[in-house]
C-alpha cells in the first residue's frame, strides 16, 4: 500500500501533460486567428495611399519591392535593437519601414534566387511617423545621398506613414487565446514546481524510514484512511501527503492543533503539528467543510498517544514552550 501512496504525486504528471496539450492547442488556434485576420482585410496599396495623401495611420497595406531593403537607421528600446530599412518599389518610389530580422531575411533569400526578375510583396499595417524617427530618418539619408531632404519636405518622399512589419492586429479571439496559452503554460510549471517538491520530500523521508515496517503497519484492519484530507493514521506512524509523503512517529509528535487559513478560493483547514524536536509540519490543506474529518483524525490521533497536546489552547501552548 505504501507504493500506491507514494505514487499519488504522479498524477500532476498527467496534469502537467493535459495543460501543456491545451497551451500547444491554444497557441494553434492563436495562429489561425492571426491568419484569418490577415485574409479578412484586403491591403490597398501603399503607393497609391501616399500618391493621394491618403496615408493614415492602422490601415492595413501592401508594398511589392524590387530591390533588398537598405537599411537607414537602428533603435534601441528596452535593449532590442529596432531596424528600419527604405524600401524601393519597381518604380522606385521610396517607403520607410520597419522589419523584422526573420522577414529582412526572407527578403534577401528570395532575391538570391533569381535577382535578375526579383519581386517580392509585403502586407502590413502603417502608422504615423514620430517626430524622433523623421529626424532620425533625415540625417542618415542626407549623410548618405546627394539628394538633401528636410522635415517640410520629408511627407513628399516616404509619405506621412512608415510601415511596420511588426505588428500584429489584436483581436478580441486572439487576445483569448494568447490569456489561454499563457494561463496553461503558467499553471503546468506551477504543478511541475509542486510536484518536484513533492518528489524530492517523498524520496528524503523514504530514505529515514524501515521500508518493511511502514507496510506493515497500513496493512493492519486498525489503520485509519482519510483520503480526501492525504492523512493515514497507523498503530504507530501519522502519514500525512501535504508536499510530498511525510510519516511521523506519534512518540516524536508535542503538539497537534487544527489550523485555518483565508484563501481566494475560501476557507482551508489543516492539522498543525508541532514535533518534540521544534520542526513544525501542516497537513494537506482542505475545503473548510472537511474539519468534522479533521476533528475525527485529531480524536484518533489522541488514543495514539495520550501525552499529545490536542487543540490550540493557551495551557497547550505554554505546555508546549516548556516542554521545548
Known amino acids: ?185 503558467s499553471s503546468a510549471i506551477a504543478i511541475f514546481i509542486n510536484w518536484l517538491i513533492c518528489a524530492i520530500n517523498t524520496k528524503k523521508t523514504l530514505s529515514k524510514i524501515d521500508y518493511d515496517e511502514v507496510e506493515r503497519e497500513l496493512e493492519k484492519t486498525s489503520m485509519k484512511e482519510y483520503k480526501k484530507i492525504g492523512l493515514y493514521l497507523t498503530d504507530k506512524y501519522l502519514i500525512s501527503l501535504s508536499l510530498g509523503l511525510h510519516i511521523y512517529n506519534y512518540n516524536d509528535i508535542s503538539w497537534i492543533y487544527i489550523g485555518n487559513t483565508s484563501t481566494r478560493f475560501g476557507n482551508k483547514v489543516f492539522l498543525n503539528i508541532f514535533m518534540k524536536n521544534k520542526k513544525k509540519f501542516k497537513t494537506k490543506k482542505v475545503d473548510y467543510v472537511k474539519e468534522e474529518m479533521l476533528e475525527e483524525a485529531l480524536q484518533e490521533i489522541s488514543t495514539k498517544n495520550a501525552n499529545i497536546l490536542l487543540g490550540y489552547t493557551y495551557e497547550n501552548m505554554t505546555n508546549y514552550n516548556k516542554s521545548n
Open 1 to 185: 500500500m505504501l507504493k500506491k501512496i507514494k505514487h499519488q504525486n504522479n498524477k500532476k504528471l498527467i496534469a502537467i501533460l493535459i495543460c501543456l496539450f491545451l497551451a500547444i492547442t491554444s497557441f494553434c488556434i492563436y495562429i489561425s486567428f492571426i491568419e484569418d485576420e490577415e485574409k479578412k482585410e484586403k491591403p490597398i496599396n501603399y503607393n497609391d495611399l501616399i500618391a493621394t495623401n491618403s496615408d493614415k495611420k492602422n490601415m492595413y497595406v501592401s508594398i511589392e519591392i524590387a530591390d533588398i531593403p537598405y537599411q537607414i537607421a537602428q533603435r534601441e528600446v528596452n535593449y532590442t535593437y529596432i531596424k528600419y530599412y527604405i524600401l524601393y518599389d519597381k518604380s522606385n518610389y521610396m517607403y520607410v519601414a520597419k522589419l523584422t530580422d526573420e522577414t529582412y531575411q526572407k527578403i534577401k533569400t528570395a532575391y538570391e534566387k533569381d535577382k535578375t526578375n526579383f519581386s517580392y510583396t509585403l502586407t502590413g499595417y502603417i502608422y504615423n511617423t514620430p517626430s524622433d524617427l523623421k529626424k532620425l530618418i533625415i540625417d542618415e539619408f542626407n549623410k548618405n545621398t546627394s539628394n538633401k531632404i528636410t522635415k517640410d519636405d520629408y511627407s513628399n518622399y516616404f509619405g506621412s506613414t512608415y510601415f511596420d512589419d511588426t505588428y500584429t492586429k489584436f483581436t478580441t479571439g486572439i487576445a483569448i487565446s494568447l490569456i489561454i496559452v499563457f494561463l496553461n503554460i
